[in-house]
T-cell receptor, first 114, second 116 residues
Framework: SQTIHQWPATLVQPVGSPLSLECTVEGTSNPNLYWYRQAAGRGLQLLFYSVGIGQISSEVPQNLSASRPQDRQFILSSKKLLLSDSGFYLC?????????????FGDGTRLSIL | AQKVTQAQTEISVVEKEDVTLDCVYETRDTTYYLFWYKQPPSGELVFLIRRNSFDEQNEISGRYSWNFQKSTSSFNFTITASQVVDSAVYFCALSGHAGNNRKLIWGLGTSLAVNP
């Protein structure tokens, strides 16, 4: 069965510090991968998605970047965090084959910027 | 443009009551898919169901049932005999067939509180 691991679960960082959140998927190959942010108002905002190694699509201009160095690894980064980067970050995967496959989510990372 | 509306921001019920969460969508695609997800207080999003636009049969899974009405562009979710463990935020989502079907269009969610 497939599993998705996301870490850390919580993170407190000062403004201006760098960020690296990691997500890995097991039990499947060539998944689509996604990074979302969920602010306090509950809405889910798609930040990045990837259909393959080194292929990243950015949905909104922001202070964050994503990379996919390996097939089942997706990393969310920032060089300098802003207060507005606080939120709940969720990684997800879906099967690449077949259309409109459901996305399956990790447990999320709660990021607080001080 | 595609859009998902969950008009109920918060619902509060007493245990054992039935509750229906509404979802209305907009799309120009003739083929599309609808989803429901549950987000309990712990935070992870749990996939509940996917339904394609050609299948209007209602679906039942235990205490959960889904009513897909193409005529009213709705995909409502009913929990029968609610339990405290059903307390969560529930999201409805849509993905189209044409263009980029990898992305989901999300509603803002309905927060359900089931009180003992």
């Amino acid at each position: 069965s497939q599993t998705i691991h996301q870490w850390p679960a919580t993170l407190v960082q000062p403004v201006g510090s760098p960020l690296s959140l990691e997500c890995t998927v097991e039990g499947t190959s060539n998944p689509n991968l996604y990074w979302y942010r969920q602010a306090a108002g509950r809405g889910l905002q798609l930040l990045f998605y990837s259909v393959g190694i080194g292929q990243i699509s950015s949905e909104v201009p922001q202070n964050l970047s994503a990379s996919r160095p390996q097939d089942r690894q997706f990393i969310l980064s920032s060089k300098k965090l802003l207060l507005s980067d606080s939120g709940f970050y969720l990684c997800a995967w879906s099967h690449r084959q077949g259309k409109n496959q459901p996305q399956h989510f990790g447990d999320g990372t709660r990021l607080s910027i001080l | 443009a595609q859009k998902v509306t969950q008009a109920q921001t918060e619902i509060s019920v007493v245990e054992k009551e039935d509750v229906t969460l509404d979802c209305v969508y907009e799309t120009r695609d003739t083929t599309y898919y609808l989803f429901w997800y549950k987000q309990p207080p712990s935070g992870e999003l749990v996939f509940l169901i996917r339904r394609n636009s050609f299948d209007e049969q209602n679906e039942i899974s235990g205490r959960y049932s889904w009513n897909f009405q193409k005529s009213t562009s709705s995909f409502n979710f009913t929990i029968t005999a609610s339990q405290v463990v059903d307390s969560a935020v529930y999201f409805c989502a849509l993905s189209g067939h044409a263009g980029n079907n990898r992305k989901l269009i999300w509603g803002l969610g309905t927060s359900l509180a089931v009180n003992p």
